[in-house]
T-cell receptor, first 113, second 112 residues
Framework: AQSVTQLDSQVPVFEEAPVELRCNYS??????LFWYVQYPNQGLQLLLK??????LVKGINGFEAEFNKSQTSFHLRKPSVHISDTAEYFC???????????FGKGTLLTVNP | DVKVTQSSRYLVKRTGEKVFLECVQD?????MFWYRQDPGLGLRLIYF???????EKGDIPEGYSVSREKKERFSLILESASTNQTSMYLC???????????FGQGTRLTVV
C-alpha cells in the first residue's frame, strides 16, 4: 500500500533564504507525484507534478521538485522564499490503474521577515 | 473553469444523525475522492470512486459509506454521526494520470 511521509511538520525560515520541504513515499508500483499548497483559509492549489520524463520538475511561484526513484523521494525546493510563501504544503502520490490519490500530513512553511 | 461543488459550506449535526455530504462535478471525470482534513493529520482518504457504482475504501472508511449513482455526483454518508467526525470534508476529482486533482470548497461539519 502506498504511503506518503513529509518529514517536517513545520519549517520556519527567513525571507530570501532557500528552503527544502522533504517528501518520501512508499509504493510497489509506478507512481505520479504532486505538490499542493494551501494558503490560510483557502483551498488546495497544484504547485507542480511529476508524471514521467525529466526528474526535475518546475512549478508555479518559483518552486521546483526532484524525483529520486532510488530514494523514493520528491523534495520541494525554492532558492529564495517570500513572505507570501507562508502556507501549508502537501505532497501527494497517485498510483494504480484507479489513480488512488494519497496525501502526506503537510508541512507548514512560515517565512519570517 | 472546473467546478467541483459541495452542497454545504458549514453543517451542524447532532450525534447519531445520518448525514449526507454531496459533491457534484461538471468535468465528466471518472475519479472522485472524499477526504477529511484535520490539523496535523493532513488529508486522509475516506473513499474514492473510479466509475459509476464503483468504489474503494481509502485509509479511514470506518463510520462512512458512499454512493455514486451518476458520474457527476459522489455522496459521502455518515451512517450515525459522532463527535469524532467533526472535521473539514473535501471532495476532489481527477481525470486520470495526466491531470491535476480539483477540489471543492470544503464542508466544515460539526457534530454536537
Amino acid at each position: 500500500a502506498q504511503s506518503v511521509t513529509q518529514l517536517d511538520s513545520q519549517v520556519p525560515v527567513f525571507e530570501e533564504a532557500p528552503v527544502e520541504l522533504r517528501c518520501n513515499y512508499s509504493s510497489s508500483v509506478s507512481v505520479y507525484l504532486f505538490w499542493y499548497v494551501q494558503y490560510p483559509n483557502q483551498g488546495l492549489q497544484l504547485l507542480l507534478k511529476y508524471l514521467s520524463g525529466s526528474t526535475l520538475v518546475k512549478g508555479i511561484n518559483g518552486f521546483e521538485a526532484e524525483f529520486n526513484k532510488s530514494q523514493t523521494s520528491f523534495h520541494l525546493r525554492k532558492p529564495s522564499v517570500h513572505i507570501s510563501d507562508t502556507a501549508e504544503y502537501f505532497c501527494a502520490v497517485s498510483e494504480g490503474s484507479n489513480y488512488k490519490l494519497t496525501f502526506g500530513k503537510g508541512t507548514l512553511l512560515t517565512v519570517n521577515p | 473553469d472546473v467546478k467541483v461543488t459541495q452542497s454545504s459550506r458549514y453543517l451542524v449535526k447532532r450525534t447519531g444523525e445520518k448525514v449526507f455530504l454531496e459533491c457534484v462535478q461538471d468535468m465528466d471525470h471518472e475519479n472522485m475522492f472524499w477526504y477529511r482534513q484535520d490539523p496535523g493529520l493532513g488529508l486522509r482518504l475516506i473513499y474514492f470512486s473510479y466509475d459509476v457504482k464503483m468504489k474503494e475504501k481509502g485509509d479511514i472508511p470506518e463510520g462512512y459509506s458512499v454512493s455514486r449513482e451518476k458520474k457527476e455526483r459522489f455522496s459521502l454518508i455518515l451512517e450515525s454521526a459522532s463527535t469524532n467526525q467533526t472535521s473539514m470534508y473535501l471532495c476532489a476529482i481527477l481525470g486520470g494520470a495526466n491531470t491535476e486533482a480539483f477540489f471543492g470548497q470544503g464542508t466544515r461539519l460539526t457534530v454536537v
